[in-house]
């Protein structure tokens, strides 16, 4: 959907685990990913829906955890999400001054579904970034429109990735980012599952893509982008029957994959993972999660990896620009580390 | 501001510690209170604001801490409060599916005080209960203008309680519930503080007063209310110079003081406390603390009866009744206790 | 086991469920008490131990949960606890300065018992409160053979409460504390369970039995006593199939029921709250767990009585002496306000 | 102190911030490190002391943070070390299965000190790893004499490094891990400030050192060991004036370090950061902290790589074998990436 690769079509490996088929979180069965997508001369901004077909009239909630890597954002459901456990709504990304009217959308939209006919309580989740290097967020521009249209698109299949949805106008590492997807295939004893990541990246520090240094400062021929409250929205969907405490587990390795991309977990970051799974069934002992939490981590890797890959230059509020990644530069810089990736490679 | 009687005139001294002069949250100085009120035929509900004059231009946040007694709430700002230990806004209070338009209300408004004028992120603290036994909750009725005329409103002296602001639509203990106040005067060392106490009482169990058993069951003609999704929001506020991680420990306090009225701590109530200060300099020692937390516990108990002497009978949405607590059955019921509370007077 | 009443022989009806059989924690099938007591001129400690006989060979941990009420308190294992959501030892109660030592012994009991040859981890839990008034603290005299005294002699069937095991040197609300229990059969959709407490009452405040104060300065003829580093720790078994989350909103629970007995919640208490399941099979839905937690927190607030009602006066290190709740004047005050019950008791 | 190189002296530059003068938690005026060593042919264990020299007669507690990373780990004192934000003793690291008699050695140790006459409760923080794959640790080796030998060792300056105290019997990433040390120097506004890090590594993953992959599948000739629960202790101190709440900030940034060398962050692993600070005076604001962050994580990554570093090849219990590190082959990958690390190197 896009002439700029993919992590894994430059032949980066990023740990043990195989891809899923589409390298996304829609690798996850029922799981699907719409954008509503807003450019205008001053803003570059949306909205990103995840929807789980399995949360529908017959069952009203999935089981999730929640990681605050740093709670500097403004995530909307999160302490009703951690004593119970559990997901009541999809879950939107969106832009930080924006949340609350999205949110009061979302619920708008679920009231409207079968089976929420009485519905009088709801929790609502919703995460955000802060788009403000790129967009006018004061205007507060993202409305119920968008909520109903990401909802509405959201589809299995490959995702969208880069500069889309909550994506349009966030900055990472000096580059433009955006939102970005991968899974893994792992084992929970002898069954096979999936996990899948997307996020909404939008963070400071130096880029590294399977431990190469790429610096803005160094592979732009201009001045890296500055965003404004940085931060790091991190979805994650399993089809493994994790219960929420495991699902918490799984989420805190998101935030700890952070730090593969060159994430400088700056104190004004809103740095959160919220992991939930689609399966029912019993959870499996917890001595058998460790693949899990690997094959997490290198799913959120490359899916902020190809958050940026995947992103293309923009301009936007008061002229300011974020450059893409220069793939060429990358390339070399790959090919030059390549020794040093085949051992890795070799687990492949 | 109401001819019902409040605690203390029905002679209970609730505890070991001084009331403040107003025996409301607005004793410490700064704090002001606003509401905002809704009634029709299908509506009960509104919004209370809680303002703090020292949260200006120059001073851009004030310590506070939480505590999470029960999260089936959806509180907007958990996250970042704990994170930075801070509030930067007014904190609002609101019913349950309206809680997000008007947080969006609020970003609206602190946008346009003096010193925002470049501010691109914010953290608004909104809590809310569930006040659909009275109330067409699902019509999301609370919307900017009532947001607004709330903070307008805001003012120090005597605070309106009961069915007023965002307790306009509340049942509590069987009883029709609302807002409360009361406050405290408490040494750290060789000072004398206040704290304050607001409350939106809207959960279950069996009224207590003083420790005298009061059930709507017995003390009602009628069948007791039965709200929905009862929940209990508590903001207290000090002139206490106490750090968020103390203002935590405090807040924790308020939580276990709901006990002392009966309440059941049901697994469907959002039970939060926020606690803020209005101070500067350096926090006490811990070893001080435990004179705060005992006021703390008393001013709560005492906002929470306070909230449901002072509110009236309303009938709502349905035609559903809340019915007010029968003053005269209460004084007889304690006048027979009375015996029993003269140990604990003695201590005042 | 003592000619001091229990609450229940009191008439006390204490909320809305049925006792167990036994009203102790032992109505739990599988859950085992035993008591060591040092008692000498210097010395008023001990150990006791909560046993759990589903914890085997073959099944090597059960779901808990951990409440904090106050963390001023050397609890050990809280972190693995918490992640894990399970308890793989059983519980020991002890006298805070021997905690360590108690932990140490616990471990040398654990890797003799069989299945665990091979064990090289494990994560003891050991809650202790302070018994210094009555107490040779600082000698730390709970040894290994304590601890293998309360390991060897627990049994099921009725506890010995008051000033025996880890509570022979409490002391509480201004009188003797100890050891007490209770237990509460309640429902879980058409299921019936039982969730039984045992607590080690060590607190501040002024104590209240079914809402009526019974301050020590006026039912003592002589000083209350005052205790050091007041705490209370109380563990929780239940045979509902819950898991760690729900057992953790659960032991919140335990602490709120602190409130009714008259705790201060002093900035200096170590409150903790440990509930264990001993069963298996697949949890229930959280919309069920409001009779669990108002079980749990009649049976909280009955076994902290107890555990002051079975005390008897000692006098310990120092010369200190403790004295035991004068029963005539408790059933006196219970008497006049045998009205004020009345209510309630056609609840049970 | 070994003929085996700093990371420093690979010419490794490891961030943007400068090195303190010893690059070691002693660059911290008044913390003390002592090692007590175990080494038998079934023993390979030990203590490590980190003293604060201004914990004292005259100043009771630091004010300190913690970060779990993954609880599976026996750490003892973090209720209370949270809840009060303080550490009031030494922190020891030791093995496993001994931390329970390591902390009761270090209440004894405690209580002799001055000003310590009449305390009568402490919380001792006491830190532990798995060594069991090269000591027979369900022998709880450790006892008074390693505590007391350690803490009267603890001496400011260079600090012994790699199998040593607390790290003699540990294994990290496949190789023989142990004790490391670095720091960094930091602004805060106008001032300077350090931080240095002390770790006890113990953990699985594939080793990097500034991005460049050094598995010991491909560095050894052998097989990589293989370490028994996986863990991970990381103690910082600072003379930054943090309260506790910030310090946990700086904690969590510890745990992410982690990332940076390669750890799988497994779910048996035991990885917590407590920070303390040993300054007086007020906090900054916490927008001030993004320095202090990066520096913390900085030094945690070149601690951790320094104590495999330094560590020499151990044969121990049951003739299992962790190999060192093998320098060559590490100065050859670091040379062929050395273009990768120059544009780093720059900002240095």
Redesign the interface.
């Known amino acids: 959907m896009n002439a700029r690769p993919r992590l894994h079509e430059l032949g980066v490996a990023s740990g043990a685990f195989r891809r899923g088929s589409l390298n996304a979180i829609t690798d996850v069965a029922g799981v699907r990913i719409g954008h509503s997508t807003v450019q205008t001369d001053t803003l570059s901004t949306g909205v990103t829906a995840i929807v789980a077909d399995q949360l529908n009239a017959d069952r009203r909630w999935l089981p999730a955890g929640l990681a ?13 999400l ?5 997901i009541e709504t999809p879950v939107l990304l969106t832009s ?2 924006s949340a ?2 999205a ?2 959308a979302l ?2 939209w679920v ?1 409207e579904q079968p089976g929420h006919e009485a ?6 989740v919703v995460g955000e970034t ?1 788009d ?1 290097y790129l967009s006018d ?2 205007s ?1 521009p993202v409305g119920e429109s968008h909520v109903r249209e990401a909802l509405a698109a959201a589809a299995s299949g490959p995702v969208a990735e880069g500069g889309v949805g909550a994506g349009t106008g966030t900055v990472a590492l000096g580059y433009k980012g955006g939102i970005g997807t991968a899974s893994r295939v792992f084992s929970v004893g002898a069954s096979d599952y999936t996990v899948g990541a997307i996020v909404q990246s939008n963070y400071s520090g ?1 880029l ?1 893509i399977a ?3 790429m ?1 803005a ?2 592979l732009l021929a201009a001045e890296p982008a500055v965003g ?2 940085n931060s790091c929205m991190i979805v994650l969907a399993t089809d493994a029957p994790l ?3 495991q699902l918490s ?1 799984v989420a ?2 998101a ?6 991309t060159g ?6 970051s ?1 740095d ?1 993972a919220i992991a939930f799974s689609v399966a029912e069934g ?1 959870p499996p002992d ?2 058998l ?2 693949p899990a ?2 094959a997490t ?1 290198d799913a959120v890797e490359e899916a902020l990896v190809n958050s940026l890959l995947q992103a293309t230059t923009r301009t936007g509020f008061r002229g300011n620009t974020a450059r893409q990644v220069p793939i060429d530069a990358v390339r070399e ?1 790959l090919r ?2 390549e ?3 085949e ?2 490679r070799m687990r492949d």
């Open positions: 605050v890597g740093n709670g500097y954002g403004k995530l909307i459901g999160a302490t009703q951690q004593e119970l456990g559990a930080t001054l609350f009217r949110a009061d619920v708008a009231l519905t009088r309580s709801l929790n609502p802060n403000s967020i004061r507060r130096t590294r431990g190469v240094p610096p400062a160094d404004d409250g219960d929420a405490r587990r805190n390795r935030i700890f994959a952070m730090h593969g994430s400088d977990f700056a104190q004004g809103g959160y019993s917890d001595s999660l460790s939490f690997e981590m810089r030059r580390a020794w040093m990736r051992s890795e």
